[in-house]
């Protein structure tokens, strides 16, 4: 099978730091020292007329200097002299680049000048380029981080595209402790020559990348971005964030990067269409990265709640219901079951009110019973602090109990000091979990804490990824 045009940009064997200096502040070189510092395999060439050595290596005076053509360009250098330096590329035979430089479209006319001669000098020579006014990109797996980020991404299997570096800065801090790996970390800026839908089509096919995360302000290309949306959520999860749903966010979008923006309830319709899941805000964009990361696969949508507090439970349920999540009918068997195991007063159905006094046996026993019943497909096991209630071991004790099935189960520790001890056990599962803590309610005072994150998380994880259930259409 040939190799998609775009590999030797995601893969280089060589790499150019065009501005490289051992200056703090110098974005690029930041850059070369995150390079060296990744343990990128491949060949660094740093350049700047300035220096004559970096760190003790040749540093080179321009690309017509360099013993061989590299893979790819980087350019983290003043944007009026950008245009010149593609050009010294294109001469020199480079073919791909990344330009972080700021100063084109976003600052008005005479940056859109600038960025439309860059483009023109870019077509010219046939290279393709990611930016300007980007973070850059990283290949963690390859130690490639050709970004001014201070974090290397773990390697992993989704991939993280987005116009803002921000928020790829945030996530990058928030997987590094969650233990979160990246395929790639894409940063489009303003995508003047590649944009979402060339990206798309790459990670459609990348062996690497088994889900895809998404930050949009605008689209250049909508029939491009579309027809990859539409052919990469045939083969993998894409969860996105898209912006400027509001008049005061466009007026934003169009200052940060000149991107173009487009009615958000047709960009709506179109994203439910292709079956991709569109989330609100950073905290369900970290939900669903916990979520894809677990590499669990649900057969079904069907949802069993434990809690041992009765309005945690209906309100979990009304989200879920919200969502499309089914609230799965316990067979006569695990009726029968919890029946043994449980108080008399238990509720006797779903949601499985195991009672406030409920301790780490009755919670193993309920999740495990629910577990085990074929019309179910995941379980929310949900907790709240009572007088004899001990968070930690029943964490534990739910931990125990998820590893004895391969169906997902998300756990919601509702609180604050009394429910923090049970985070670390949760999360030493393979399965997503959620702290939820007090300061939760009052950010979604319609649902429980959390179960606007962690219930989204679930309507991503309690579904078949056949594009046939309507569970992986739609918002979260």
Request: proline share 6%; with cysteine; net charge positive.
């Amino acid at each position: 099978m040939s190799q998609h045009y775009l590999h030797p940009l995601f893969n280089p064997a060589s790499v150019a730091v065009f501005g490289a200096s051992e200056r703090e502040d110098s974005v690029a070189g930041v850059i070369y020292r995150n390079l060296r510092k990744a343990g990128y395999g491949g060949r660094i060439f740093p350049v700047n007329p300035k220096h004559e050595t970096l760190y003790g290596e040749k540093c080179y005076a321009g690309a017509g200097e360099l013993p061989e053509t590299p893979d790819l360009a980087i350019i983290a250098t003043p944007a009026p002299t950008v245009p010149g330096i593609m050009e010294s590329c294109g001469k020199r035979g480079v073919r791909y680049a990344v330009v972080l430089s700021a100063g084109f479209r976003e600052v008005g006319p005479q940056g859109a000048a600038l960025e439309e001669n860059l483009l023109a000098i870019a077509h010219r020579y046939g290279i393709r380029f990611i930016g300007p006014n980007c973070l850059g990109i990283q290949r963690p797996s390859l130690g490639l981080n050709a970004t001014f980020a201070l974090d290397n991404g773990l390697p992993g299997n989704l991939a993280l595209v987005s116009q803002s570096g921000a928020l790829c800065t945030a996530m990058l801090d928030w997987a590094a402790s969650n233990g979160i790996g990246f395929s790639s970390v894409v940063s489009t800026g303003a995508s003047a020559d590649l944009d979402f839908g060339e990206i798309l089509d790459y990670l459609a096919y990348d062996p690497a990348t088994r889900g895809i995360l998404m930050y949009i302000e605008g689209i250049r290309d909508a029939r491009r971005f579309m027809s990859a949306l539409r052919a990469v959520a045939r083969l993998k999860p894409v969860v996105l964030i898209k912006v400027g749903r509001h008049a005061a966010g466009l007026k934003a979008v169009q200052s940060h990067t000149g991107a173009l923006v487009g009615s958000d309830a047709v960009f709506d319709a179109l994203v439910r269409r292709a079956g991709v899941v569109r989330v609100d805000t950073i905290l369900q964009l970290f939900a669903s990265a916990k979520a894809l990361a677990s590499r669990l696969q649900p057969a079904g949508n069907r949802l069993a709640i434990v809690t041992n507090g009765g309005g945690p439970g209906v309100m979990a349920t009304d989200r879920a219901v919200d969502l499309g999540v089914r609230i799965a009918e316990l067979s006569p068997q695990t009726l029968e079951r919890l029946n043994a195991a449980l108080p008399p007063n238990w509720s006797h159905g779903n949601p499985v009110d195991i009672i406030g006094d409920a301790g780490a046996d009755r919670y193993k026993a309920a999740v495990e019973t629910c577990l085990a019943d074929r019309g179910v497909d995941g379980v929310l096991v949900m907790l709240t602090p009572q007088a004899m209630t001990k968070p930690t071991e029943a964490a534990q004790a739910v931990v125990e109990a998820a590893r004895t099935s391969d169906k997902p189960v998300l756990a919601c520790w509702i609180g604050e000091d009394q429910v923090a001890g049970g985070a670390p056990c949760s999360r030493r599962t393979t399965s997503p979990s959620s702290s939820s803590r007090s300061r939760r309610w009052r950010s979604s005072p319609s649902s429980p804490p959390s179960t606007r994150t962690s219930a989204s998380s679930c309507r991503r994880q309690v579904r078949s990824r056949s594009r046939r259930n309507p569970m992986w259409r739609g918002r979260a």
